[in-house]
């Protein structure tokens, strides 16, 4: 099956494709993307992360519309909270960035994070590539929130922002040391309700990551301040990513990074159809609740269980 991607209808269209659980609709989107590689790789991934209440889609909106202005196409794959209990999801992102979901030079696409780790969609990659084979120049992933694994989503971009808050504490409002590690920038949002509580804001973070180790040797993550409410400082952030995006294609560290996603993507998803095959083989599927009901209970140690498991499976636990 084909999908125009040219209109935002058809890459609508594609995304839902590949979005799908169903074997046929996987089957006809790796064939499609197959297709559209060679149009892949040039955009500017960027993956946006932060604390509860830091205004991500506000942000979002206004710097997206900074972006359309100067003349680039921007997409946005804006991963929504999931219910644990009921599944659903909010989807509600569209609302939040009225302007850019309205914008002839833009693509909001909201997708519900399901049980994915880290709280981006499964299929995030596949719809990142589509958006680029779509011709848009910059790619934006909104994540749910720093959280249990939020940095997931360093793993399929070029540059990872983390939005902090202006009133900031000694414990960097719980943030954790692996979001820290990860980031190529730390910015302050809401810079515009609280001048010195953001200069306050500024001088803890620069000195969290002070003493962390940067992720790219090439690179040392600025801590710069901004508002999505009122536009400011978010040009200094566009040339900031800028700068980054070019001291590391000189270095080569940028196409190595993305070497390296992919590589790390193709294990994933290998361990990922190792797990499915698992749960559905006829032995497992058939015993599977009740060695989790002797596990929970304690009647069996959970290493015992998987290598039962495992030899039920085909596989040794000395393998």
Known sequence: MEFDLSTRRGLARAITRVESRRADHQAEAREFLTGVMDKTGKSQRIGITGVPGVGKSTFIDAFGTMLTEMGYKVAVLAVDPTSQRSGGSILGDKTRMARLSVDEDAFVRPSPAGDTLGGVARKTRESLLLCEAAGYDV??????????????????????????????????????????????????NK???????????????????????????????????????????????????????????????????????????????????????????????DRLADFRQRVGSGDIPASKAADELLALFGISADN
């Open 139 to 188: 790619i934006l992933v909104e994540t749910v929130g720093v959280g249990q694994s939020e940095t997931v989503v360093a793993g399929m971009v070029d540059f990872f922002l983390v939005l902090m808050l202006p009133n900031a504490g000694d414990d960097l409002q719980g943030i954790k040391k692996g979001v820290l590690e990860v980031a190529d920038m730390i910015a302050v």
């Open 191 to 285: 810079s515009d309700i609280d001048e010195s509580a953001t200069k306050r804001a500024k001088r803890h973070y620069e000195n969290a990551l002070h003493i962390l180790e940067p992720a790219d040797p090439d690179w040392s993550p600025p801590v710069m301040t901004c508002s999505g409410q009122t536009g400011m400082g978010l040009k200094d952030l566009w040339e900031a990513i800028e700068l980054h995006r070019s001291k590391t294609s000189q270095s080569g560290t940028r196409a190595k990074r993305r070497a390296d996603q992919q590589i790390e993507w193709m294990t994933e998803l290998i361990q990922d159809g190792l797990m499915s095959a698992f749960r559905h083989h006829p032995s497992i599927r």
